[in-house]
């Protein structure tokens, strides 16, 4: 099947220091592409849709400039965290759906990335 | 608004059966997809349906009535391992995935 392969799974930074994070889509291309950050005993919150090409779409509440996202390529897209401060420390995870298979399919994650920013 | 409804937690035992419900309301619909998540990791998909009734995968079925606007994950011969969180998420009508809050299961010897 489809998969979405995430790097790191986990990264401690000191505050203030940027923080890149890439989603890979391995055996499709993936025209778009989701970033999502989920606290702790909550369910995932949709930051951003990425797209291949263009400006990806921030969700309302969400700094695009401290969350710049670069979907370069068909397979790639990069989320990096800029001048991280501890409350930006989360779990953040991408999604993408195969185009093949229509829009009508599941997403396929990558296997996160715990970010701790101290 | 966009808005799903599922039980923050649920506790049940080994062996035992355990029904999951989901409510929804979004704007279109274009089908409803159950995930499970284990703490710290993410979500895997576990069903998908866009058509109302049953669909059965080994100990795990999911049911969808469209018109109720209603779900449901059913888990059978309950194992620790199920222990997790499970998460209903629904395609909108513009094809983006509406997450509800997940549920919290807890599997007791």
């Known amino acids: 099947g489809a998969v979405v392969s995430q790097h790191p799974s986990w990264v401690i930074c000191k505050s203030g220091t940027s923080v890149k994070i890439e989603c890979r889509s391995l055996?499709?291309?993936?025209?778009?592409m989701f970033w999502y950050r989920q606290f702790p005993k909550q369910s995932l919150m949709l930051m951003a849709t990425s797209n291949e090409g263009s400006k990806a779409t921030y969700e309302q509440g969400v700094e695009k400039d401290k969350f710049l996202i670069n979907h370069a390529s068909l397979t790639l897209s990069t989320l990096t965290v800029t001048s991280a401060h501890p409350e930006d420390s989360s779990f953040y995870i991408c999604?993408?759906?195969?185009?093949?298979?229509?829009?009508?399919?599941?997403?396929?994650f990558g296997q996160g990335t715990r970010l701790t920013v101290v | 608004g966009q808005n799903i409804d599922q039980p923050t937690e649920m506790t049940a035992t080994e062996g035992a059966i355990v029904q999951i419900n989901c409510t929804y309301q979004t704007s279109g619909f274009n089908g409803l997809f159950w995930y499970q998540q284990h703490a710290g990791e993410a979500p895997t998909f576990l069903s998908y349906n866009v058509l109302d009734g049953l669909e059965e995968k080994g100990r795990f079925s999911s049911f969808l009535s469209r018109s109720k606007g209603y779900s449901y994950l059913l888990l059978k011969e309950l194992q620790m391992k199920d222990s997790a969180s499970y998460l209903c998420a629904v395609l909108d009508s513009n094809y983006q995935l509406i997450w509800g809050a997940g549920t919290k299961l807890i599997i007791k010897p």
């Open positions: 055996d499709f291309q993936a025209t778009t």
């Open positions: 999604s993408a759906r195969d185009p093949r298979t229509g829009g009508h399919t599941e997403a396929f």
